[in-house]
């Protein structure tokens, strides 16, 4: 049995060298420099920190926004003098929790202010970030769809400085586990999971506002990570994904009526599963297709374009399927499709959009002639075989 062993022992170490671990993995999505990767972090310790560093991070634990503010300052400030490897790997081990604390806050500035300090060490860390991508990269996404502006625009900032544009798809693939399971969790929140059952009538206001916040920049970064996965990739996921999007868990945002933020962000998600999902979505129609189709009903102008965006694409599905059935075109297709310009609430960029409308309207004449065709063929058909019945 020993002499069996051996020989397996040995050559799983060898298979083993060859394959590339998960951190140098990671390592080869960020930019050259800053001492390159030395290992996964320890615990966080503030020891080796220059004194000023120590008492800036300490002002990260306080609850007064204000000292937080003041603490990232600091940091940002401080760590540009903070070059050696060892300095820089204590700073990233301190600040990935502390990153996390408050990424979850209400305060604009607080957010703001957390990812133009991410920035100033991303630029000074480059490599070293890769051993903390995956613990990151859930609230990071999210963050890059805030709906506050200023936010979402400091949040790719500091994520390009980060990755590379040319290696973000990269990264996504490689986090896609950890980024699903993130989104899963967040998409589960309401506002009394947000706020413990506790929240008196002041508090109420700021949960609400931080579950509308947390709901559609999830969703948002659903649909940017279902467009940034390959086939491959969104197959490992089919069973979360289908649990996430194919239930009454995800059409509820679709036909949220008070919150247009939620409704909007929903849209965006139809269109991603629509382009990129074509299989689940066939098998869920019963589940979508009256969700869906209920965008019709939305009057509010601040979600007109992504929903006529997401009909489209659901309905070119539709035309598309149909037509692979040999079925009937249904009448929502047949009326909609030819007289789109005519709806009061399509806004025009969804009217520009040739390749959805071209695709949709020649995909819907295509099926409307082969049925014609049919029918002429029946039609000759039948004459022909009422002549003969009459000449006999």
Known sequence: LSMEKTPNKAHALRHAKKRPSSSSQAAALLPQGGGGFRGFARAAT???????????FKKLSKKDVTT???GLSE????????????????????WVPAFLRVAAANDIKLRVALHRT?????VVAKKQLAPHLKTLVGDWVCHLFDPVKEVSTAAWRSFT????????????EFCREELMQHLDSNLQQTPQTLSGGKADKAQSTKIEDRY?????????????????LSDASLQSQNERLKAMLMDKRFTKFVVDKKYSLVRRAAYQVVTAMATHLKGLVAENLPTLSAPVFSILADADSSTHQA???????????????SLSLSLSPSPQISFLIPHLEFFPFVPSPVL????????????????RTTQNTQHTTHNTQHRTHTTMTTQN
């Open 352 to 367: 520009s959009n040739k390749h959805i409308i071209h695709n949709t309207h020649n995909t819907h004449n295509t099926q």
């Open 161 to 172: 400085a980060a990755i590379p544009k040319t290696k973000h798809k990269e990264a996504i």
């Open 118 to 122: 991410f920035y100033q060490i991303a």
């Open 212 to 228: 509308v916040r947390i709901i559609s920049s999830s969703l948002q970064a659903v649909a940017y990570v279902l467009g940034n």
């Open 75 to 94: 940091i940002a400030s401080l760590v540009t003098t903070e070059t050696s490897q060892e300095d820089i790997k204590v700073i990233l081990q301190n």
């Open 46 to 56: 503030t020891d080796s920190l220059s004194s000023d560093l120590q008492l800036a």
């Open 307 to 321: 929903g006529w965006e997401a009909l489209l694409t659901f309905l070119n599905g539709l035309v598309l399927l």
């Open 68 to 70: 937080k503010l003041k």
